[in-house]
């Protein structure tokens, strides 16, 4: 079974871990489809993965009842910070998926014996998916216009915030992935060394160079409303480019786990 | 970008160029509407990244479906830094005006005087607009706006016909100006990408008709259809004021249903009950139901498209449950949340709303040539005039169109103007001159062909008549003119299969609707020279892209007469055979004319659409009929005479005919009654069309307004289009008009003419202000000499004078004391009365000048007494003289002086001195022996 951590704690050395609903599950989607009066049935709207929750069972129990209380609080104390926290789990092929999470319940105690506690951990992770912590990170020297290759997305989730690195010298730069029509469009001229790093930051999306500049105003985006989409799996990207010389654009991303 | 692209906002800079970032919107809408800026907000997280630099005068840009959609000017920021829900309602909330409100940045500036307005003359309303937008940027204001029209055209490259005198109130903003403009016609847009922002102008509106394409339904893209209804504002019972007093003009069938609700319009600028009628009547219209308002909601996942498949101004069809209505989209509102695609909210105006605006456009309009007209002290008139002269050669005047400036005219004619164009001509108002196309129209039977109908489309003209050949091509009974050049089109019509020879086809109607051109009239074939179709009765049309043709005439025998388009349908005349009806009937876009109502009584010659009703003008009993859309009944109790032609103006209706009951073959519906239009025309009238307020006529009569004219005349209600009219007509001959004219004495409120260099403009003046006026100016030239006008009350005169009414033989005599009369002595005394007073006569000399004035020296002269006489021949130098003389140089202690007696002795012509009363009394006898006494 998975082992789980939280804020690098692991959890297994403050009792004994069940699950209750466990990462196998997979986050909800919001949204519904769309009625339109005096027609059967609905239209379709496609939905977006909703916030995840996911509950642990733990039973503590210890040696006396001043040693309990001293664990209890050891427990309340990691469950009770206000910020995210790193979830972590170790799946049985020891690979580890990371999620941010809050604890948001209230532990929902139930006294089995006067030394011995059982409760329900619950965490919310607002970014629905798990990442691996390998980072995929695949550089591509832009030497032909087109420059086409496959870049694999390990996940099981689609990819819509990957950070994408322009490397100087490129101009007018397009980025199209082949499988689901995304395409992302840097205009303008990056020249060498001059790098230009396209990410979310806090959900909002940024665009800057090496020297701090905000160039968001030369990216456009067609496809979807994230700037560039990687599906599950392999993804063909193709990269047209007007230097085509020895420029560079890399996508990084660690892989999204529903 | 496509145009699946989900929506994307922008962060551009107060610099309207720097892209600051991408929002992450959670959600936002946009609000488009026609001619206003609109407006949009977006909520963004707090603690966002975008959230710490928004500020005021940014841009926030809309991207949705592949292209930038609008956007607004962040003009409100609101945090929502804690509520109930803590961390969760911590959001910004910004929002402002779309992007038309730009033009709010800047506005009518001074031009450098006093003055409260700027005046404009003769521009077009565009080239006023570049003006004002030129000089803002000159003011380094509104530097990121560019615009696609120019002075002469607008966006779509279609040419301004208007020409504008206005005066716009110094500081009134641009974004008002664009307001202002828009309730003429107009169309404005502003297109808003980071850096451009490009303003756009639609003569003929933005949009397209695309009601046979776009269809709104519910059961398939609707997810709500509302409608509302305003009662509030409705009057039905107006009484007007205008210059002479006050008329009543009030809606029956509204005071019955909604009871009487009255309202006083107050139009002192009118100077006619009638005129003032015109007005009273449309307010009517506008103000006597309900106002509605219709908007449908759909979810843009599915289609139409919003954008893509529709937009602003264009229009669509809507269908509730299998009633379908045309609308013009007039907002546009798309919702996003976290959807790919919006709600979209769709504004509509029906047909009959948007008729309601162009009467208030023209209302507006009217009500403006009147205020500048009452500004200006110019006059409302009543004036027929010929068009074309004399030596017209015309039978018969058939259809008149008006298309911008030019007024095109289909007939039976040889010459009109001195221009030799048989069939069809054209007239340029702007300047009074004829366009002929040599031989026009001629056929094989006649030389001269005749052209009897036309119909505008756009910058097209089509016409339809009896020809084979048009300025040398072959065309049968059917051309286009289009961009200078005339051309056939489908191949032309015929009575009879061709063979080689031609049998005229006579068109007698055009229409367009979508791709098809839709023809009736007296043929029997069409296409003749491109695969000929049969269409025995008369009624076929055109299918300009496809290039073929269809017979909509059907089997049953039948004429067919005028076409009418009304509310999106196509309408006919047609008389049946066997037995003879008379039948108006609707098309049913296929094959199927169905007659509506029951059959007249005898032939029907027009259609015109008139709001909501059809109107019919005939043979028939009563002469005009509208049709409700359940019944025709009689209009304006009808005529005992025939109507040929019907056109309408704001809620006026003139028609024109064979009739003398309501006028002389023409006559105007307006609030209620018929109103002739003085002594209107002597004959049969076949054609009218309106240039604004101008009616310009024609037929077969001679006489318009009891002058002489030859079957085309125009009737001005407008003083300045009289004097455009006068000031192109070259037969006009204001010299022989002034000498033939009756004389009168003059009376201070009469009025005359005159030519203002300012304004460029003709303007009226009474006899009183000439003669105040010319007091003024007098004044300025000469001292009135009753009053002490000149420094310390002496009175001054600065030319010669002469007192006495015998004027000098000489110009010696100047400032001569004369003889009353002659035959009397030049008595002239002055009188003194009063102890210590004296009259005197004084002579004041100095040297140097009268600024710089010397001391007199010894022998200088400060006074001639003199005497002289007529020898028989002359008048002869002075004979005698007394001097007053200085006897040594004056200083302020020395003024000696001596007196002088100067005599001519007999026989001599040389005055000699005799006496000399030295400074110390002593005389001295120069002429004989000295002696002191």
Request: glycine share 10%; with cysteine; hydrophobic share 40%.
């Amino acid at each position: 079974m998975s082992s789980w951590k939280f804020r690098g704690v692991a959890l297994d050395t403050l009792g004994i871990v069940t699950l209750v609903s466990d990462s196998l599950m997979m986050p909800q989607k919001r949204s519904d489809n769309v009625t339109i009066p005096f027609r059967d049935g609905r239209v379709f709207v496609q939905k977006m993965f909703e916030q995840r929750s996911m509950s642990l069972g733990l039973e503590v129990s210890e040696a006396s009842i001043s040693a309990l209380e001293s664990k209890m609080d050891t427990v309340k104390a990691l469950f009770g910070g206000r910020s995210l926290g790193a979830l972590e789990q170790t799946l049985e092929d020891l690979s580890v998926r990371t999620a941010l999470a809050e604890y948001t319940g209230d532990l929902n105690l139930t006294r089995v014996t006067p030394v011995s506690v059982r409760m329900v951990l619950e965490f919310i992770m607002p970014d629905p998916f798990f990442r691996g912590d390998t980072l995929v990170s695949d550089e591509q020297v832009i030497d032909a216009s087109p420059k086409t290759y496959t870049l694999t997305n390990t996940g099981t989730a689609v990819e819509r915030n990957a950070k994408i690195i322009l490397t100087g010298p490129l101009e007018n730069t397009v980025i199209t992935n082949l499988i689901n029509g995304c395409v992302l469009t840097y205009t303008g001229s990056i020249s060498s060394p001059r790098v230009v790093t396209i990410e979310s930051v806090n959900g909002q999306y940024v665009a800057t160079n090496d020297l701090g500049a905000n160039v968001i105003g030369n990216v456009t985006h067609s496809g979807d409303a994230a700037l560039f989409v990687l599906d599950s799996g392999p993804n063909d990207l193709s990269v047209a480019d007007a230097t085509h010389t020895t420029g560079t654009v890399t996508v990084e991303f660690y892989p999204p786990y529903l | 970008m496509t145009n699946t692209d989900w929506n994307e906002w922008r962060l551009i800079d107060s610099d309207l160029v720097t892209v600051l970032g991408i929002f992450p919107a959670s959600e936002s809408h946009l609000y488009l509407a026609l001619n206003e800026p609109g407006a949009g907000e977006l909520k963004i997280p707090l603690l966002s990244e975008a959230a710490g630099v928004v500020a005021s005068g940014q841009f926030a840009q809309c991207s949705y479906r592949g292209a930038v959609r609008g956007g607004f000017f962040i003009e409100n920021i609101s945090k929502g830094q804690a509520d109930a829900s803590e961390g969760a309602g911590q959001w910004v909330s910004i929002s402002g005006r779309g992007a038309l409100s730009l033009l709010d940045d800047a506005m009518v500036w001074d031009d450098g005087t006093s003055a409260s307005t700027r005046n404009f003359t003769d521009m077009t309303r565009a080239e006023i607009l570049i003006t004002l937008i030129d000089e803002a940027q000159a003011r380094d204001a509104l530097v990121n706006l560019s615009y696609d029209f120019s002075a002469t055209l607008d966006s779509d490259g279609h040419a301004w016909t208007d020409s504008e005198t206005l005066k716009l109130t110094v500081g009134t903003s641009l974004l008002d100006v664009v307001r202002q403009f828009a309730r003429t016609g107009i169309d404005f847009d502003i297109q808003p990408d980071a850096g451009a922002f490009v303003l756009s102008a639609y003569k003929l509106g933005k949009g397209t008709d695309k009601s046979e394409s776009v269809y709104l339904r519910t059961g398939e893209n609707c997810e709500e259809v509302t409608s509302d209804e305003h009662g509030d504002k409705i009057k039905n019972a107006l009484r007007v004021a205008y210059k002479d007093g006050y008329i009543t003009v009030a809606d029956g069938a509204s005071i019955t249903a909604r009871r009487r609700r009255e309202k006083l319009l107050d139009l002192k600028m009118a100077q006619t009950s009638s005129s003032a009628t015109t007005i009273g009547a449309a307010e009517v219209e506008l103000s006597k139901d309900p106002k509605k308002s219709i908007s449908v909601k759909i979810y843009d996942g599915i289609g139409a498209r919003a954008f893509i498949d529709y937009d602003l101004g264009d229009y669509i069809m809507l269908d509730v449950q299998g009633v379908e209505t045309r609308y013009r989209i007039y907002g546009i509102q798309p919702d996003w949340t976290a959807q790919q695609f919006s709600k979209v909210i769709v504004e509509l105006n029906s047909i009959l709303y948007e008729n309601d605006i162009q009467m208030a456009k023209d209302i507006d309009w009217l009500m403006d040539q009147w205020n500048t007209a009452n500004d200006a002290n110019l006059l409302e008139v009543s004036f027929w005039a010929a068009v074309g002269g004399q030596d017209s050669d015309i039978t018969a005047i058939h259809d008149i169109v008006i298309m911008g400036n030019i007024i095109w005219i289909a007939g039976e004619f040889k010459k009109i103007g001195g221009i030799f164009s048989s069939g069809i001509i054209s007239y340029d108002i702007t300047n009074g001159k004829f366009t002929g196309y040599g031989f026009a129209l001629r056929t094989a039977w006649s030389v001269f062909g005749i052209g009897y109908c036309l119909y505008i489309d756009g910058a097209d003209l089509y016409l339809g008549g009896l020809f084979d050949d048009l300025n040398g091509d072959t065309m049968w009974g059917l051309a286009k003119y289009s961009g200078g050049v005339w051309s056939e089109v489908g191949g032309g019509v015929s009575w009879e299969p061709i063979d080689g020879d031609f049998y005229g086809g006579k068109p007698y109607s055009i229409l367009k609707q979508d791709d098809w051109l839709y023809i009736t009239g007296a043929f029997q074939y069409v296409g003749v020279h491109i695969g000929s179709v049969d269409s025995p009765f008369g009624a076929a049309r055109y299918d300009l892209i496809g290039e073929v043709w269809e017979d909509l005439g059907g089997v049953i025998a039948k004429r067919f007469g005028a076409l009418l388009k009304h509310g999106g349908d196509i309408y006919a005349i047609y008389t049946t055979f066997s037995p003879t009806t008379y039948y108006v009937a609707h098309f049913d876009g296929g094959t199927t004319w169905t007659p509506i109502g029951d059959p007249f009584d005898d032939e029907i010659y027009c259609l015109a659409s008139y709001g909501d009703d059809i109107l019919v003008g005939g043979k028939f009993t009563g002469g005009i009929a509208k049709w409700d859309g359940a019944t025709w009944e009689t209009f304006g109790g009808g005529t005992t005479g025939e109507v040929r032609d019907i056109t309408i103006f704001l809620t006026d209706v003139y028609i024109v005919g064979l009739f003398s009951d309501l006028g002389n073959n023409i006559s105007k519906y307006s609030g209620g009654a018929w109103f002739t239009l003085t002594t209107g025309l002597n004959a049969q009238t076949n054609a009218i069309a309106l240039f604004d307020t101008d009616v310009y006529v024609g037929g077969l009569f001679t006489t318009a307004g009891d002058k002489p004219v030859k079957q085309l005349a125009v009737y001005f209600n407008n003083f300045e289009s009289l004097v455009d009219y006068l000031d192109n007509d070259s037969s006009f001959d204001m010299g022989a008009a002034i000498h033939n004219a009756p004389a009168s004495a003059i009376s201070d409120a009469d009025e005359m003419g005159f030519w203002e260099d300012v304004t460029n403009a003709l303007r009226k003046i009474t006899w009183a202000n000439i003669k105040a006026t010319l007091k003024i100016y007098f004044d300025t030239l000469f001292v009135h000499l009753s009053g002490d006008e000149t420094i310390a009350g002496v009175k001054s005169f600065s030319n010669k004078i002469n007192i006495g009414a015998i004027t000098p033989p000489s110009a010696g005599g100047d400032g001569s004391v004369n003889q009353a009369a002659e035959g009397l002595s030049a008595g002239n005394t002055a009188w003194t009365f009063g102890s210590g007073f004296a009259s005197f006569l004084t002579g004041i000399f100095a040297r140097g000048t009268k600024a710089s004035p010397s001391a007199a020296l010894t022998n200088d002269i400060m006074l001639k007494l003199r005497g002289r006489a007529h020898d028989d021949a002359t008048y002869g130098n002075t004979s005698v003289e007394i001097r007053f003389v200085a006897d040594q140089d004056h200083t302020l202690s020395a003024h000696g002086t001596r007196i002088e007696m100067w005599v001519t002795p007999n026989g001599s012509t040389t005055l000699t001195k005799a006496i000399t009363i030295e400074n110390d009394g002593h005389v001295n006898i120069d002429g004989g022996n000295a002696s002191t006494y």
